[in-house]
């Protein structure tokens, strides 16, 4: 069973930083794009930032030059990195990808449980 686990999630004080970090495990033949999308409170889920196998990225309007994707395909993880966190960041963070699983043919997108970030002073 594949599954990915989000980590690095919590309390920070506005201005501070954070790192995310999400594994994908089990039996994967194969990661294609791996993406992070957050959801804040009363409002739907957003694309933060997507970062291809070769590493190339595409960031959301959430990023606005304060996100930094980026991955370890040895270690089937991405991370996502923050920077001068505000009020307007506290959502619950996800992480997405697209997995072939060994044995089977196509990909299938798969999503973390999601992690807390609250920021506040």
């Known amino acids: 069973q594949v599954k990915l686990v989000e980590s690095g999630g919590g309390s920070v004080q506005p201005g501070g930083s954070l790192r995310l970090s999400c594994a994908a495990s089990?039996?994967?033949?194969?990661?294609?794009?791996m993406a992070w999308y957050r959801q804040r409170p009363g409002q739907e889920r957003e694309k933060v930032a997507e970062?291809?196998?070769?590493?190339?990225?595409t960031y959301g309007v959430p990023a606005e030059g304060r996100f930094t994707i980026s991955r370890d395909n040895a270690k089937d993880t991405v991370y996502l990195q923050r920077n001068n966190l505000n009020a307007e960041d506290t959502a619950v963070y996800y992480c997405?990808?697209?997995?072939?699983?060994?044995?089977?043919?196509?990909?299938?997108?798969?999503w973390g449980q999601g992690t807390q970030v609250t920021v506040s002073s």
């Open positions: 970062i291809s196998p070769g590493g190339t990225t």
């Open positions: 997405n990808a697209d997995i072939r699983v060994a044995g089977i043919g196509h990909y299938a997108e798969y």
């Open positions: 089990g039996s994967i033949s194969a990661v294609r794009f």
